[in-house]
């Protein structure tokens, strides 16, 4: 059974760095790309990035490059989402999600909730 | 603002039919297969559609998918209380906006 199991919920502080992580069983991790999405409060999905864990090539939503950084470990079959100076703008749900033969988010997370306030 | 357009809202009556539309234009939608995810309130999204109109393993055949040219379409028949739901589109875009959009997203409310 493919599974995707994220860390748990975070409370930071302006400008404190993050990493949250994905970790994948049940299936090949190095076979499929990996996804990130951001929920906001209230508010609909956005697309952040994808890794392929085979190589660790990443591209990027423009509007997502620059503020954070994906990255994968296919050792422990773990996929990662980082920033280095939060904002209280960050404050969202964050889901992981692996591809499939489709090349689509087929598989989520459980999603990880960070809260980001003063 | 979503760069695939769905309407914020729709509503029937138990048993009945509804769609639920997603348009895009050429880069996106014109040119890629078309997904379409369900999301029940406080869990994460679940795919329901891929490549416009194929149903993943598990998913009931009460939930279809259509393409045409730059729009697309989710119909799910027999609504029950459970479809109640926020339901989104998704696809690859060409352009150098973003490599994977969501629509912004569409609340099901089943009367």
């Known amino acids: 059974e493919v599974q995707l199991v994220q860390s748990g919920a975070e409370v930071k502080k302006p400008g404190e760095s993050l990493r949250i992580s994905c970790k994948g069983s049940?299936?090949?991790?190095?076979?499929?790309?990996i996804s990130w999405v951001r929920q906001m409060p209230g508010k609909g999905l956005e697309w952040m990035g994808r890794?392929?864990?085979?190589?660790?090539?990443?591209n990027y939503s423009p509007s997502f490059q620059g503020h954070v950084t994906i990255s994968a470990d296919k050792s422990i079959s773990t996929a990662y989402l980082q920033w280095s100076s939060l904002k209280a703008s960050d404050t969202a749900m964050y889901y992981c999600?692996?591809?499939?033969?489709?090349?689509?988010?087929?598989?989520w997370g459980q999603g990880t909730l960070v809260t980001v306030s003063s | 603002q979503s760069v695939l357009t769905q309407p914020p809202s729709v509503s029937a009556a138990p048993g009945q039919k509804v769609t639920i539309s997603c348009s895009g234009s050429?880069?996106?939608?014109?040119?890629?297969?078309v997904s379409w995810y369900q999301q029940l309130p406080g869990t994460a999204p679940k795919l329901l559609i891929y490549?416009?109109?194929k149903r993943p393993s598990g998913i009931p055949d009460r939930f279809s998918g259509s393409k045409s040219g730059t729009s697309a379409t989710l119909g799910i028949t027999g609504l029950q209380t459970g479809d109640e739901a926020d339901y989104y589109c998704?696809?690859?875009?060409?352009?150098?906006?973003?490599?994977?959009?969501f629509g912004g997203g569409t609340k099901l409310t089943v009367l």
């Open positions: 490549d416009n109109n």
């Open positions: 050429s880069s996106n939608i014109g040119n890629n297969y």
């Open positions: 890794i392929d864990p085979s190589d660790s090539y990443t």
């Open positions: 999600a692996r591809h499939g033969t489709a090349m689509v988010p087929g598989y």
């Open positions: 049940g299936y090949s991790f190095t076979s499929y790309w």
């Open positions: 998704g696809t690859w875009d060409s352009s150098l906006s973003a490599p994977y959009v």
